[in-house]
């Protein structure tokens, strides 16, 4: 009996050894499946971020940023020609978009005329609500303004300038902004900045420096300006605010404003010059300095019938200033150059034939002294 349930026991153990290998061999086999199933599985590509909602202001390219926001919406004082989107509940009969006209307000149902320039979207929100409580057409209004368009903050920047155009600003502007929002000044730019403005009727026969003041300063000797008619010309030194950090030269923007950049003033020199052409004319340039520029003078140069062409400022007429270039070259009459002068040496006939001359009688010397 023992040994029957020995016997029994050892079948057992071999049955169950070899269906726990058949187990296994099968439990391996599934896994290699499984394993081989992932592998060929292709992988899940990393999805790229969302793209934002609303796109930053750029300053890139010809269509310049419509908007750059300097304060935030509260502060903002409402200008002639903006646009608000007045959304009121409980009377969309009364929601819809209003432009600031020149009177500087607009006319609304019910409320009547509503006077906005100069004021903050709450400002003229609480008029409105008032009003509308007044009147008894609304218990407990509420409404929200929004500036949708900030056409009273245009300022106009154009020449040697990387991206001209019209830039919409909230809050204040000064001119170094200004040219860092348009992607900086060309590579050609000149050293003076114009900035054409318009003067208010009231302000026509008050001083122009009242108008417009550089920052940190109420007078300022590089900003000069000039009343022309109904506008008035400022300039401003922008390469000693641009590359000497000279931010006292900064002048503050008004709405409207105009900014040229014109290109480098530039003058020529030809004639008997060894280098004759056209140099960038910086601000204090001589014709003395002229003439070093250009490598002196040529031997057979008339120094004393110099010549300088000038295109008169008054009238446009061509000026004609002779010039001695030996006096010059001593220290003495030197004569400061302005924007496309144009400076002439001629040839002296005398010295023409003197070294021709010379050369002549020259050529058989040296072939004299070869033997």
């Known amino acids: 009996m023992q040994r029957n349930v020995k016997r029994f026991t050892m079948r057992q153990v071999r049955f169950l050894n070899d269906f726990s290998f058949r187990v296994g061999v099968l439990g391996i086999l599934l896994l290699a499946n499984g394993f081989s199933g992932i592998a060929q599985q ?15 202001a750029t300053t890139s390219g010809a269509a310049p940023s419509s ?23 409980d009377a969309p009969e009364l929601s819809k978009t209003y432009t600031i006209e020149t009177v500087g307000g607009f006319t609304m149902p019910v409320v009547g005329k509503v006077v906005a320039v100069n004021k903050t979207p ?25 500036v949708k368009e900030y056409n009273s903050r245009q300022y106009f920047i154009q020449g040697m300038i990387k991206n001209p155009g019209v830039y919409k600003v909230r809050g204040q502007l000064t001119l170094f902004k200004l040219i860092s929002i348009a992607g900086g000044v060309a590579d050609n730019h000149g050293a003076l900045a114009q900035i054409v403005r318009n003067r208010p009727a009231s302000a026509a026969m008050s001083s122009p420096s009242a108008v417009a003041e550089p920052v940190g300063q109420s007078q300022n000797t590089e900003a000069a300006q000039e009343p022309v008619g109904n506008y008035e010309l400022l300039t401003a030194n922008i390469n000693g605010l641009l590359y000497k950090g000279q931010f006292d030269k900064d002048v503050v923007l008004q709405p409207g404003d105009i900014v040229n950049i014109p290109r480098s003033n530039i003058f020529f020199i030809g004639g008997e010059v060894n280098a004759q052409g056209q140099y960038p004319l910086s601000e204090g340039t001589t014709l003395r300095q002229a003439i070093a520029f250009a490598g002196g003078t040529k031997p057979k140069a008339a120094t004393s019938k110099a010549v300088i062409f000038r295109r008169s400022r008054e009238d446009g007429k061509q000026m004609e200033i002779p010039v001695n270039i030996d006096d010059v070259m001593k220290g003495k009459n030197d004569i400061a150059l302005q924007a496309d002068d144009f400076i002439v040496v001629p040839s002296s006939k005398m010295k023409a034939f003197g070294l021709t001359l010379l050369n002549m009688v020259g050529a058989p010397l040296v072939l004299r002294g070869t033997y």
């Open 42 to 56: 292709p992988q899940a590509k990393p999805q790229a971020p969302a793209a934002p909602t609303s796109k930053p």
């Open 67 to 89: 908007e750059i926001f300097v304060v935030s919406q509260d502060d903002y004082r409402i200008g002639i020609s903006d646009v608000l989107e007045i959304v009121i509940e």
């Open 122 to 146: 709450e400002e003229v929100s609480n008029f409105i609500r008032e009003t509308l409580i007044k009147e008894d057409y609304l218990k407990d209004p509420h409404l929200s303004i929004t």
